[in-house]
């Protein structure tokens, strides 16, 4: 059991700053969208008093926002992809592909 608490400490601390660090980009989207709408009050108003729902307001800022996370995961995705690739080649002995899961014998 001793010899296994530094990995289970590294892998709580893991948990721990990967939870920190997903409140900390929402927290982020959060201000970059409040600060995206503080900015266009006036055209928002302007949008209400020519007849916009509030409805259609909404989806307005909500799709907007929307791609930007959307843009966001597709260029995570892609940087996740390239880092795998440039780990791969810094670490000698390290395939590329991750060992496919044995079958169980039947």
Same mark, same amino acid.
Do not use: D, H, K
């Given at each position: 059991?001793?010899?296994?608490?530094?990995?289970?400490?590294?892998a709580?601390l893991?948990?721990?700053?990967? %939870? !920190? &660090?997903?409140?900390?980009?929402?927290?982020?989207?959060?201000?970059? /969208? @409040? =600060?995206?709408?503080?900015r266009?009050?006036?055209?928002?108003?302007?949008?209400?008093?020519?007849?916009?729902?509030?409805?259609?307001?909404?989806?307005?800022?909500?799709?907007? %926002? !929307? &791609?930007m996370?959307?843009?966001?995961?597709?260029?995570?995705?892609? /940087? @996740? =992809?390239?880092?795998?690739?440039?780990?791969?080649?810094?670490l000698?002995?390290?395939?590329?592909?991750?060992?496919?899961?044995?079958?169980?014998a039947?």
């Open positions: 059991m001793r010899t296994i608490v530094p990995e289970r400490l590294i709580m893991s948990g721990v700053f990967g %939870a !920190l &660090g997903s409140l900390l980009a929402a927290i982020g989207v959060y201000g970059l /969208l @409040a =600060y995206t709408v503080t266009r009050i006036n055209e928002i108003g302007i949008r209400m008093a020519l007849g916009a729902t509030r409805g259609a307001v909404s989806r307005m800022v909500l799709g907007e %926002a !929307l &791609g996370a959307c843009g966001g995961v597709l260029i995570g995705i892609a /940087l @996740a =992809y390239w880092g795998r690739r440039l780990s791969a080649s810094l000698q002995g390290l395939p590329f592909r991750a060992p496919s899961r044995s079958r169980p039947r």
